[in-house]
């Protein structure tokens, strides 16, 4: 079943068009990468499935929902975490996560309960109550990553989420989004780093020249496809 659909979707910035007639389904229980070399539109492309970004033209919908007729409930369905979180340091974890519960408007009683259970599904409940400037560049992600599921969201994205990364936290990282996958739900990633792409996702688009007219679900020819179409694009650039 299809939780994310986008239909010709275009944006435009600074008069240079980013995103050009971009199609995509995601399905339950799948991980999708979105590769593509640096300038590509990749964040673009999150900021507006995600809401934060409107489009100049085409359709978005999640979960059945139509970000254009009910937006609330469509961005209740995602959770997004950005390539540079923001997060508030001079709260603890715990004080964050109750901070965006308190944004969404979550019942009291539901809010305490979804802050723990997520503080404890990321692996901070031991942290939870020190000030986010302690904490370290992979705890501060999986911060950001509690904070997304604040709303129990089908589809969770996220920016180039392994840079940074040592090699612990990253094995973290992939096993947690293959289970959150899993469950029925749906994870985006943005990379540039070919290997991730191929190994962790179970379906790529590139993106190039703000075209993502290129998928893969054998991930064997990848490689090469992908090193002519960002030459093809770098040349474009020029």
């Known amino acids: ?24 389904e995601i399905n339950e229980g799948e991980v999708y990468g979105i590769l593509g070399a640096n300038g590509a539109g990749k964040s673009t492309l999150l900021r507006v499935i995600s809401g934060l970004t409107s489009i100049d033209e085409g359709k978005i919908e999640v979960a059945g929902y139509s970000l254009s007729k009910y937006p609330s409930e469509y961005k209740k369905m995602l959770g997004y975490v950005p390539d540079i979180p923001f997060l508030y340091g001079y709260l603890s974890g715990r004080e964050y996560l109750n901070f965006l519960g308190d944004l969404w408007e979550i019942e009291r ?3 305490r309960d979804l802050v723990e259970e997520n503080l404890k599904l990321v692996g901070l409940l031991e942290s939870a109550d020190a000030m986010v400037t302690t904490y370290s560049h992979g705890m501060k992600q999986k911060l950001a990553i509690a904070g997304a599921l604040i709303t129990k ?3 969770l994205i996220l920016d180039e989420p392994m840079t940074g990364f040592d090699p612990p936290s990253a ?3 992939k096993d947690f989004l293959r289970n959150y996958a899993k469950e029925g739900n749906a ?3 943005t990379t540039h780093i070919l290997e991730l792409a191929q190994h962790f996702c179970n379906r790529v688009g590139v993106l190039s020249d703000g075209n993502l007219n290129v998928e893969y679900n ?10 002519t179409l960002v030459v093809t694009s770098m040349e474009g650039i020029k």
């Open 1 to 24: 079943m299809s939780l994310l659909i986008l239909n010709e979707v275009e944006k435009s910035l600074s008069e240079r068009k980013i995103l050009k007639k971009v199609s995509l």
């Open 109 to 111: 009683e539901r809010k």
């Open 153 to 155: 969201p089908r589809v």
């Open 171 to 173: 094995k973290f990282m």
């Open 187 to 189: 994870v985006i990633i």
């Open 218 to 227: 054998d991930l064997e020819n990848l490689k090469k496809d992908f090193e």
